[in-house]
């Protein structure tokens, strides 16, 4: 499986780049692509980036492919690079497009079981049904995986507001090509749109990340397939990795007592990086 990330690190002195001191992008790439590899040992792996973004890649399994990036409409260039890097695929394995935040707890050959051109995680949000942090790309019929990709990039640049290209537009757009949606009636769920088909999968197991962003080194991973470190729980993805997912950890760091006192540290941590998040003023924080 071919699993495709973007990256691209935020203008150095920006409210965003701080965030992006918390976990640098080549640290987050490192723990997800471990974690992929640990449920897939078949994948590959491409870094969609900038030619300014460090990336030290000695890795035969990962490709990095550089183009300039417009920092102002990030959220229409990923959707851009998206779809370039599909209409130049071979199609000859499925593709993941994943936010590089997220570690992978389970894999997903079952899903690719299912016949669908993309799937999408649901949640029950009126405004923001689908987060664009996670699309699965059937190769079984290419043309109609990239007419979902060209209308979406379509519906960005004609309908999403100048300040909707930055930051929610693919959320938006996403939102407006597959409505009507349901977050009950729609989970798991495959509709055709006419020249795409799209799988709806709920994001509690697919595309998880905790209430009001406060995770927990204790919670229980049971079920869940990929968690998702959006805002502040950036700052939790290597504890997780390391106390709960590496192979490597031992015992005695997994222990009840380890994981107490590592929590409060981290939620400690957590809390003192607030301030760096509302300065960023693209996106909304809890």
């Not at 640290?27 to 640990?38: A, T, V």
């Not at 000859?92 to 993309?118: I, Y």
């Not at 507001?161 to 409505?179: F, H, I, P, S, V």
Request: glycine content about 4%; some cysteine.
């Amino acid at each position: 499986m071919k699993y495709v990330t973007f990256c691209s690190a935020p203008g150095v002195g920006t409210p965003p780049h701080r965030i992006w001191e918390i976990l640098p992008g080549q640290r987050q790439f490192e723990l997800f692509r471990e974690s992929i590899r640990r449920v897939d040992h078949d994948a590959s792996f491409v870094i969609l980036t900038d030619p300014e973004t460090d990336f030290l890649i000695e890795d035969s399994d990962t490709v990095v492919i550089r183009r300039p990036v417009d920092h102002s409409e990030i959220m229409l260039e990923r959707s851009r690079r998206q779809l370039d890097f599909l209409e130049k695929y071979a199609f000859n394995s499925p593709v993941v497009f994943a936010d590089t935040d997220m570690l992978f707890l389970a894999p997903l050959d079952r899903v690719f079981d299912k016949e669908f051109d993309v799937a999408l995680t649901l949640r029950s949000d009126d405004d923001m049904p689908i987060n664009g942090g996670l699309i699965l790309v059937s190769d079984r019929q290419p043309k109609r995986s990239i007419d979902f990709f060209r209308r979406l990039v379509s519906k960005m640049e004609s309908e999403s507001k100048a300040q909707r290209r930055e930051w929610y537009g693919d959320q938006t757009a996403l939102a407006d090509m597959l409505a009507p949606l349901d977050g009950q009636s729609d989970m798991g769920r495959l509709r055709d749109y006419g020249d795409y088909s799209a799988l709806f999968l709920d994001s509690a197991q697919y595309n998880y990340s905790p209430p009001s962003q406060r995770p927990r080194l204790s919670e229980n991973l049971q079920g869940k397939n990929i968690y998702h470190f959006k805002g502040r729980c950036r700052g939790y993805m290597e504890a997780i990795w390391k106390f709960r997912v590496d192979p490597n950890t031992s015992w005695l760091e997994r222990s009840a007592l380890s994981l107490s006192i590592h929590g409060v540290r981290l939620e400690m941590n957590r809390r003192a990086h607030k301030k760096l998040f509302r300065t960023d003023t693209r996106r909304k924080f809890n």
